[in-house]
T-cell receptor, first 112, second 118 residues
Framework: ELKVEQNPLFLSMQEGKNYTIYCNYS?????LYWYRQDPGKSLESLFV?????AVKQEGRLMASLDTKARLSTLHITAAVHDLSATYFC????????????FGEGTQLTVNP | GAVVSQHPSWVICKSGTSVKIECRSL??????MFWYRQFPKQSLMLMAT?????????EQGVEKDKFLINHASLTLSTLTVTSAHPEDSSFYIC??????????????FGEGSRLTVL
């Protein structure tokens, strides 16, 4: 059974600081996704990582994938309050019919 | 980008009634759609895979007679919660995959439908 674990689950940080959220998964995967969810809202797609060593950046967020370690990271640079949200990673196992397994989510609060 | 729309956004119903939620892919065809459920402060859990023109595939522990899924066209999947009870209150989110040359196979999520059963 595919398991996806995020760390940390809760994160409070000050504006301007850097931090990394980790996503570990238990079996070989074809794709890894990062999503953002604001309270009461659905998911906003941030990144899709398709291969080992993939790195994608958008604004203050950068995601990377190490398929050998079965690890993805979401790095936050110089955090701002607007980044406060819950971040989910999810793994897509193509052979399973493309069903996503989500991590527990990381609730990020950026304080002024 | 591709758009997936859900309706209604929120619904409040009495216990014992049935509620239908629609999921539409607005600018692409989706042979497969997925239904997720999210309880407060929790992650998303896949309920079922909706296949156009055939029966849905349910995840372990999800009652297929309670959560009826119909995928009658390439742009519409519906989830009906039958005889709803308060424990069915949740945020239901659908997604659809953009396949083919025009897409990377990326999943697009609907806005979600919040169900409250009194």
């Amino acid at each position: 059974e595919l398991k996806v674990e995020q760390n940390p689950l809760f994160l409070s940080m000050q504006e301007g600081k850097n931090y990394t959220i980790y996503c570990n998964y238990s079996t070989t995967s074809d794709r890894l996704y990062w999503y953002r969810q604001d309270p009461g809202k659905s998911l906003e797609s941030l990144f899709v990582l398709l291969s080992n060593g993939a790195v994608k950046q958008e604004g203050r967020l950068m995601a990377s994938l190490d398929t050998k370690a079965r690890l993805s990271t979401l790095h936050i640079t110089a955090a701002v309050h607007d980044l406060s949200a819950t971040y989910f990673c999810a793994v897509d196992k193509e052979t399973s019919g493309s069903r996503l397994t989500f991590g527990e989510g990381t609730q990020l609060t950026v304080n002024p | 980008g591709a758009v997936v729309s859900q309706h209604p956004s929120w619904v409040i119903c009495k216990s014992g009634t049935s509620v239908k939620i629609e999921c539409r892919s607005l600018d692409f065809q989706a042979t497969t759609m997925f239904w997720y459920r999210q309880f407060p402060k929790q992650s998303l859990m896949l309920m079922a895979t909706s296949n156009e023109g055939s029966k849905a595939t349910y995840e372990q522990g999800v009652e297929k007679d309670k959560f009826l899924i119909n995928h009658a066209s390439l742009t519409l999947s519906t989830l009906t919660v039958t005889s709803a009870h308060p424990e069915d209150s949740s945020f239901y989110i659908c997604s659809a995959r953009l396949q083919g040359l025009a897409g990377t196979g990326e999943l697009f999520f609907g806005e979600g439908s919040r169900l409250t059963v009194l």
